[in-house]
């Protein structure tokens, strides 16, 4: 059977100030700014659009796992180990709250983050192998 969806267009992040955080993903993750208003601003980061979108206060995109582990979302992925301890340090300068480059026992490495709002990310050292394959050869 052939896939009939054909990729993730869009993903939503609860914000609780719509100027605050889009200045924020701006500045500190390199995202272009295509859209703002007083309720959501669209924003391109990662070969993605992501929606930053005014919501109740107190809440993010993080979810408990059985086990009580806040997990996130989503997972951004770079190209290689010496680029993730590359963009790992650019965080740290910039002030992004990190956490620690960790082996989680699969190829690769990983380290979370962490934006205005608390959302939680991934970032793993692994690109995807279709993603290199269409775009990066």
Request: charged share 30%; with cysteine.
């Amino acid at each position: 059977m052939k896939e009939k969806l054909l990729r993730i267009g869009t993903a939503y992040l609860p914000v609780n100030n719509v100027d605050l955080s889009s200045d924020w993903y701006v500045t500190k993750l390199g995202a272009t700014l295509n859209y703002k208003d007083k309720d959501k601003a669209i924003l391109d980061i990662a070969n993605q659009s992501i929606f930053l979108v005014k919501a109740l206060r107190e809440q993010s995109a993080n979810f408990y796992s059985a086990n009580g582990e806040e997990c996130f979302s989503l997972t951004f992925e770079v190209d290689g180990i010496k680029a993730l301890e590359d963009i790992h340090r650019e965080f740290k300068e910039k002030e992004v709250r990190v956490g620690e480059i960790e082996n989680r026992g699969h190829s690769g490495r990983n380290f979370v983050f962490y934006d205005l709002d608390g959302n939680k990310f991934d970032v793993w050292s692994e690109l995807s192998p279709i993603f290199k394959k269409k775009f990066l050869t």
